[in-house]
């Protein structure tokens, strides 16, 4: 089953068969208060970790926060933006949705806002009408909205599928813009975006949005792949990155990347190192050869990888780093799609160690987020996000 299959079944469904495992686990039922002293349902996992209530949207796929505020702002994949604000009030931020394409895995995927302080630019990823990926610019407004007529096309890819569209933005240690990008979708890397340098599918990029006018995106320094390929290009040989993340205590790279039909990966890369990093793709799946006629001598293989009857679609979170959960210092935080139990396993460079459900469940698990203080956060494609606290 892939991610786009559990997406179908849960828009026709009404996200009832959602995910692969059982919705209906075995856990127990606490009454937490969230921020605005309002009491939601936790899940207890019989121990201390549980999940806090936000609140629940209309099929969430991140969370995001403005550096120096409070509140948050929950991506839905239709094409809305909700901020929530520390009160517990809510109000819509943007809503694109007559010009995003949200078929399969289309939609608005992420946000990410300008890390320096004081900035009012926030950047958005999001299919449109067409089939074709978009980077976007928006000037926040004084109450916390997107300003539509401040909008700014920052970069623009074409696609051929209604999969495999990767979809995250995240600002890096260097403060400058890292984007994922699927391999363009179907199966198999028909077009063999993967290897290939001078696709932007396939990779994660790595630019300079602030700059303006053509296609000048590419900071000094960025890797140069020996001179080959398209200058965004900051790794490759990646189906389908739909999220990765930055330790932000060691600035290690670490990527959940959706396997094909045997097996769902995780990179892991230390600080710097994904410059010009090759992860296989479509050469290798996981570990495992793939197309013959693509070769990867030199890349890297994943540090933990898990085959389909253990889940269909990775979902990559967080090194966590939040002091509020001691249970999961240092512990890479994850999830899959179909499955929706949380796992964690120490990270680091060769192989993975440790690897083990943390007792939580999310089912339809489409993201993880992290907030300014470190905090974690999982959405589930059926309406609710949730924090996990300890």
């Not at 943007?94 to 890390?115: R, T």
């Not at 990775?314 to 890479?332: F, N, Q, S």
Request: proline share 5%; aromatic share 8%.
């Amino acid at each position: 089953m892939k991610w786009v299959a559990g997406i179908v079944a849960a828009a026709t469904l009404g996200f009832g068969l959602a995910a692969c495992g059982d919705d209906e686990s075995d856990t127990q039922a606490d009454v937490t208060e969230n921020a605005a002293g309002n009491t939601d349902t936790a899940t207890d996992a019989g121990g201390k970790l549980r999940l806090e209530k936000v609140g629940d949207f209309n099929q969430p796929v991140f969370v995001a926060q403005q550096p120096g505020s409070e509140d948050l702002y929950v991506v839905e994949k239709e094409g809305a933006v909700q901020r929530v604000g520390a009160d517990g009030s809510a109000s819509t931020a943007l809503d694109i949705g007559g010009e995003v394409s949200s078929e399969s895995e289309q939609g608005l995927l992420s946000i990410a806002f300008d890390p320096e302080q004081g900035s009012n630019l926030v950047y958005a990823y999001y299919t449109d009408l067409d089939g074709n990926q978009n980077v976007v610019e928006y000037t926040l407004t004084e109450d916390g909205s997107f300003d539509p007529a401040s909008r700014r096309e920052v970069l623009k890819m074409d696609d051929f599928a209604s999969n495999h569209n990767g979809g995250l933005l995240m600002f890096g240690p260097d403060d400058l813009l890292y984007i994922g990008t699927g391999d363009g979708g179907i199966a198999d890397d028909p077009e063999r975006n993967g290897q290939d340098l001078d696709s932007l599918l396939g990779k994660i990029l790595r630019i300079d949005p602030h700059q303006a006018g053509g296609r000048p995106y590419t900071p000094e320094g960025a890797p140069s792949l020996a001179g080959q390929g398209a200058p965004e290009v900051y790794s490759y040989g990646l189906r389908n990155p739909w999220r990765f993340s930055f330790d932000r205590e060691t600035d290690a790279l670490v990527i959940g990347d959706v396997g094909q039909s045997s097996l769902e990966e995780i990179d892991y890369v230390p600080a710097g190192q994904g410059a010009g990093a090759n992860f296989g793709w479509s050469a290798f799946e996981g570990d495992e050869r793939f197309n013959e006629d693509q070769e990867a001598a030199d890349h890297v293989p994943p540090v933990f990888a898990y085959g389909r009857e253990s889940g269909c679609s990775v979902t990559g979170g967080y090194v966590v780093r939040d002091p509020g959960l001691p249970a999961l210092e240092g512990r890479y935080l994850y999830g899959d799609f179909c499955e929706g139990d949380l796992r964690s396993f120490v990270p680091g460079p060769g192989k993975a160690s440790g690897d083990e459900s943390v007792g939580l469940d999310v089912p339809s698990l489409s993201s993880f987020a992290e907030d300014n203080q470190g905090r974690i956060y999982a959405t589930s494609l059926e309406g609710p996000v949730f924090r996990v606290v300890q």
